[in-house]
């Protein structure tokens, strides 16, 4: 999820690119750089690893004049973030530039195929490929005779060949009043200026030269000039769009429009999840390639390490390897981990899970799990950070950047990513035949459209928050995997709101819990379709019959609940192995609008930080 600016025009394009890359900063902080068409007709490209303002110190001087120009923030996926692995990149010749959001699923087999036929890399990203694609069809077209500008159709030519995710923007030093630009799955938006274009992968890029705009659909190209813009498709179809009128101030714009970072990135969820998904489910099947090189045939036992919101995700991932692959599964809390006596060897799995890849506790474990002999597994968000240096394997989980201090979207790619595992450990053992796999695969496909489906209905819960928002305590009850669901939301209710807030199983109520409920308690029950539906109602009649106030979330087409509670939202039915990702959205969102009733802080709660990198 990095940021893309371009300007093609009669004004120097590094403050415009410098000003818009200041916007775009929360999309990307592991590197920055610039590209720009000089005088000379020569492009000059200035790039520096970490964040934005070391670019800026770089480029004190004001850097090269140029009315062509291209910048970019990174969030990294391939390669580590430093300055070689930096955008922009060009090909062999430095003829052609260009920057990348997304992912580039056949770059491996792409790559090779490049080398074969005598083109030289530099760094280890998958976008440095489509430069040298973006080279070989350009010469081919220049050999033909093809008339100028050559670049589009270069581009169009090149991404045909090309699977996975993309927003890009490109020029050519031969070209100096081109700019292309072309998507797929990721955002790209065209800003119209009078006599100037600009191009961004988000509107706050563009928002202090124009309100105009237009949004690129995916498999389109375009071509920008100071004179004008024109879009066709992949196939090379003319397409036609009417400018967008931009209202939002820029505060409000580059948080796309919400209030908050927090409700943007709970509405980031469906793409998150693709993305996690994306280049890992093969036809029916699971395809884990970062972790295929292990052998985990003598593995007997798995240790999950995480902490708060990822161990949650841990106790979902220990009861689904359980199911799968019939391995016994620990999940530890990493501050804990280390000063028991973890049964850990030679022959156990040790997957770490931290969103950061920094957190001072999970380090720890996985200095552990090494000393011990054992396998390691590091689940992160964040390329190049520490946990990934020590792990025997990383699997990202390719949700974006995450703001909000407290994890939302995060969890969720969490949830999938550990689903993922224990199919593929599953299939692995030999337990889980084709169609087993086939089925649970499905559902993953369509997880994303019934997470939209659940987001719908925010405005539902905004007025329960109403309601009940200054209630003194709140009860989370679940059974099996409705359990870890209600520790993560009694835990973001805690976070951004402060409300005294419990995650229990639900059986555990009558074990001590039940004593604090009255009137004035709120027990939210998470009771979608599963084995343990039944057990669940009767300790909602149990909360009901101490006069608990009773919110629930449940299945679609569950009508026997709406007699047992206050309120209920529903999810869209899926398999049970799934139910986490959708039941944690409602949640998600109460929070939220208790946390706004109550005047409180959402992205910056107090006293939290988004990575604990002490213990």
């Known amino acids: ?276 998904l994306r280049g890992r489910l093969d036809g029916n099947r699971v395809s884990l390639s970062e972790w295929a090189h292990l052998d985990l045939s003598e593995v007997n036992r798995v240790s999950i390490v995480a902490c708060g919101t990822s161990s949650y995700a841990g106790l979902v991932g220990k009861l689904l390897i359980e199911r799968w692959a019939q391995l016994p599964v620990e999940v530890s809390v990493a501050s804990e981990f280390r000063y028991g006596a973890p049964i850990v060897d030679e022959r156990t799995l040790v997957v770490l899970v931290t969103q950061s890849g920094e957190t001072a506790d999970t380090l720890a474990g996985l200095r552990l799990a090494q000393e011990k002999g054992a396998t390691s597994v590091a689940l992160t968000n964040v390329m190049g950070s520490s946990i990934t240096r020590g792990a025997d394997a990383t699997i990202y989980f390719q949700a974006g950047p995450e703001i909000c201090v407290v994890a939302t979207k995060t969890y969720t790619t969490e949830l999938v990513l550990l689903c993922l595992m224990a199919l593929d450990l599953g299939r692995r053992r030999g337990l889980l035949c084709e169609a087993e796999v086939a089925e649970v695969v499905e559902e993953l496909r369509q997880l994303p459209a019934k997470v939209e489906l659940v987001l719908k209905d925010e405005d539902v819960l905004k007025e329960v928050a109403r309601q009940y928002g200054h209630r003194r305590t709140f009860f989370f009850i679940g059974r099996n995997l409705g359990y870890p669901t209600a520790l993560e939301g009694a835990l973001k209710l805690k976070e951004i709101s402060y409300v005294h807030a419990e995650g229990y199983p639900a059986g555990e109520l009558k074990h001590g819990p039940i004593a604090m409920l009255d009137e004035e308690a709120v027990v939210f029950a998470i009771v979608p379709q599963s084995d343990t539906y039944e057990k669940v109602v009767s300790n909602i009649q149990e909360v009901r019959a101490r006069r608990a106030q009773v919110l629930a979330v449940a299945t679609e087409g569950d009508e026997e609940i709406q007699a047992l509670a206050e309120e209920v939202f529903y999810i869209p039915p899926t398999l049970e192995a799934l139910t986490p990702v959708l039941a944690i959205i409602p949640l998600q969102f109460f929070a939220y609008h208790v946390a706004i009733e109550r005047g409180c802080d959402v992205d910056q709660p107090r006293n939290l930080a988004k990575s604990v990198t002490v213990e």
């Not at 200035?46 to 964040?51: I, L, M």
């Not at 400018?243 to 948080?255: C, H, M, R």
Request: glycine content about 10%; some cysteine; hydrophobic content about 40%.
């Open 1 to 276: 999820m990095c940021g893309i600016v371009g300007y093609v025009g009669p004004r120097f394009a590094i403050p415009i690119l410098l000003d818009g890359l200041r916007r775009l900063e929360y999309r990307g902080y592991d590197s920055a750089g610039i590209a720009v068409l000089n005088p000379a007709g020569e492009i000059e490209v200035e790039k520096t690893e970490g964040k934005l303002k070391k670019l800026l110190e770089a480029l004190q001087d004001g850097g090269p004049p140029g009315f062509l120009g291209l910048g970019h923030t990174r969030w990294a996926t391939h390669g580590l973030p430093n300055e070689v692995n930096a955008h922009p990149h060009a090909d062999c010749q430095r003829r052609i530039v260009l920057v990348h959001n997304g992912i580039v699923e056949n770059y491996a087999s792409l790559r090779e195929g490049l080398l074969a036929r005598g083109h030289k890399f530099v760094s280890q990203t998958d976008t440095e490929v489509l430069a040298h694609l973006f080279e070989e069809e350009y010469d081919t077209l220049a050999k033909d005779g093809y008339g100028v500008p050559i670049l589009p159709e270069a581009v169009r030519r090149g991404l045909k060949r090309v699977r996975g995710a993309y927003a890009i923007a490109a020029f050519c030093r031969d070209e100096p009043q081109v700019l292309v630009g072309a998507r797929l799955f990721s955002p790209l938006i065209i800003g119209l200026g009078q006599g100037e274009n600009y191009l961004a992968s988000d509107i706050p890029a563009i928002m202090r030269h124009t309100r105009r705009a237009m949004v690129m659909d995916d498999g389109e190209v375009a071509v920008l000039t100071p004179e004008g813009v024109a879009i066709r498709t992949l196939e090379g179809e003319e397409m036609h769009r009417e400018p967008l009128q931009i209202t939002w101030n820029l505060e409000s714009a580059e948080k796309g429009g919400y209030p908050h970072f927090y409700l943007k990135e709970v509405h980031e969820q469906p793409q998150a999840i693709e993305n996690t």
